[in-house]
């Protein structure tokens, strides 16, 4: 699902424009983006946590060339499927 037919099916269901639907996702999305950057875990219940994942500055080596290379940190977004999601994701079969 891209994010057009995610406003789409959000205007629709709300009986709104889709420029409010477009309006609301990216408020939406651009908090949660601006807390993670804080450093802040984005709890969404029933959904999952965004949180903010750094790896560390380390040494390695060029697999082609056996060259050591120094790689510096990286930030990356970590997302956690809750425990309702994980459950509808892995049904347990009694």
Same mark, same amino acid.
Not at 61 to 85: D, M, Q, W, Y
């Given at each position: 699902? &891209?994010? %057009?037919?995610?406003?789409?099916? @959000?205007?629709? $269901?709300?009986? #709104?424009?889709?420029?409010?639907?477009?309006?609301?996702?990216? +408020?939406? /999305?651009?908090?949660? *983006?601006?807390? +993670? @950057?804080?450093?802040? $875990? +984005? #709890?969404?219940?029933? /959904? !999952?946590? /965004? %949180?903010?994942? *750094?790896?560390?500055?380390?040494? &390695?080596?060029?697999? =082609?060339? !056996?060259?050591?290379?120094? *790689?510096? %940190?990286?930030? %990356?977004?970590? /997302? $956690?499927? !809750?425990?309702? @999601? =994980?459950?509808?994701?892995?049904? *347990?079969?009694?």
């Amino acid at each position: 699902m &891209t994010k %057009s037919e995610l406003t789409l099916k @959000l205007a629709e $269901k709300f009986n #709104i424009q889709p420029k409010q639907a477009r309006l609301i996702i990216d +408020v939406m /999305f651009d908090n949660i *983006v601006n807390r +993670v @950057l804080m450093n802040e $875990k +984005v #709890i969404l219940r029933g /959904f !999952g946590t /965004f %949180s903010l994942k *750094v790896s560390r500055d380390r040494m &390695t080596r060029n697999p =082609h060339t !056996g060259e050591k290379i120094f *790689v510096t %940190s990286k930030k %990356s977004l970590s /997302f $956690k499927a !809750g425990r309702a @999601l =994980h459950e509808r994701l892995n049904p *347990v079969v009694k």
